[in-house]
């Protein structure tokens, strides 16, 4: 991924005693589930209330409800994150990736822009789904069609709003230059 130390940054991480009543209600209930904690697009995205209040739905559903295994799901996110150069996204789900399941060699394969070597061919499948939006701005016919026969249409459709999302995210990272975590 490429680096965006060089860029000074615009990000700034906000404080609660300075939001509006509408900002702190949306910034409070998106850290709620966490402890407090905001990750780092909320606080650029509380600014506008509604789109930050609206991305944290669609957020909680790509993340929790689809279809996929948290492992698929976290794998979809880092081939995003990667194609995105997102620092900050990358590192946040390579734990979150851990936690779930993924191996380490798919995680440093996809920290350095390449294709795992999957001993897992859902994982496969999923990743090469990913991969070919993002490379062909498309998805192959028989490429459509594996991951339907597997997955079924449903969850195709919620992978594909799964791969949206998480590119929303990225652009906002790459945007407002967000670090990668600590």
Avoid at 31 to 55: M, Q
Avoid at 69 to 78: D, G, M, V, Y
Wanted: hydrophobic share 45%.
């Amino acid at each position: 991924m490429d680096s965006l130390t060089d860029a000074p940054p615009r990000y700034r991480e906000l404080n609660p005693a300075d939001l509006d009543a509408e900002q702190l209600r949306i910034f409070e209930a998106i850290g709620r589930p966490r402890a407090g904690a905001v990750p780092a697009p909320f606080h650029i995205y509380v600014e506008s209330p509604e789109l930050a209040e609206t991305a944290q739905a669609v957020g909680a559903f790509c993340r929790y409800r689809t279809g996929l295994s948290p492992r698929l799901s976290e794998l979809a996110i880092l081939t995003t994150a990667s194609f995105w150069g997102a620092e900050y996204e990358f590192g946040v789900h390579a734990c979150e990736a851990r936690k779930a399941g993924v191996p380490e060699f798919e995680i440093e394969a996809l920290a350095g822009g390449r294709r795992p070597d999957f001993t897992d061919d859902d994982a496969a499948l999923v990743h090469d789904f990913s991969a070919a939006i993002y490379q062909h701005k498309d998805v192959p016919d028989d490429l459509f069609a594996a991951a339907v026969t597997r997955f079924g249409r449903r969850t195709v459709i919620e992978l594909t709003g799964l791969l949206g999302y998480y590119s929303m995210l990225a652009i906002a990272l790459r945007v407002f230059r967000v670090p990668s975590p600590a």
